[in-house]
């Protein structure tokens, strides 16, 4: 059970080329079949959602040695998609992502933390915004793993985590309600 969550770092979907063992197995994040999502608070009064349609990113499983497993996505940060023009105009611009400055946002695994059911877990890593770069933790779980209809072999996952807007210099003030935007992570990865 063990050996099969390694397919969780791909919750975040991120691989640090390099770092995996020879024994390490590589998957291609399935961007068609992945999702990255937000919400936040829209006035304490309900919740906007959001999602960024453009990324890609690769992991590497050592089943073994989980420690030596790595994940890494990168997000078009412009890809910023709320369902209304307007308001996605403004999130592109200098008051939150200022996306003409700073047009990547990457997160790279720096470790994996297993529960005892070794099927969830806390991924802690390096996640660079708006040109600042933290280390954030993300709830972890595999969804689940095996052959498709086409002769390949995929792993799933989800996530989550709730990141602070000040922390990325964001410089639009949202009031209380609206200081932490909470990340929704939905993964499929391809083995290569």
């Known amino acids: 059970m063990k050996a099969r969550f390694f397919c969780i770092m791909a919750a975040v979907a991120m691989a640090v080329p390099g770092l995996a063992m020879a024994e390490a197995e590589s998957y291609e994040i399935d961007t068609s079949h992945s999702f990255i999502q937000f919400r936040i608070q829209h006035l304490g009064y309900s919740w906007l959602y959001g999602a960024f349609n453009t990324f890609d990113g690769m992991f590497q499983l050592d089943r073994d040695n989980p420690e030596n497993s790595s994940i890494e ?14 308001r996605d105009k403004h999130l592109r611009d200098d008051d939150f992502l200022e996306v003409e400055v700073y047009p990547e946002a990457s997160f790279t695994s720096t470790s994996l933390l ?17 040109g600042v770069t933290k280390s ?39 009031g209380p309600a609206s200081a932490q935007v909470e990340m929704i992570l939905s993964i499929e990865g391809i083995r290569q």
């Not at 529960?115 to 996640?127: A, I």
């Open 114 to 130: 297993l529960n005892e059911d070794g099927r969830s877990g806390v991924m802690t890593g390096d996640l660079t915004l708006r």
């Open 73 to 86: 996505v990168k997000i078009d940060t412009a890809s910023v998609d709320s369902n209304h023009a307007e």
């Open 136 to 174: 954030i933790e993300i709830d972890v779980s595999m969804v689940g793993e095996g052959d498709d209809p086409w002769g390949g072999y995929r792993a799933g996952f989800e996530g989550s985590t709730v990141l602070t807007l000040k922390d990325f210099n964001v410089k639009q003030d949202l």
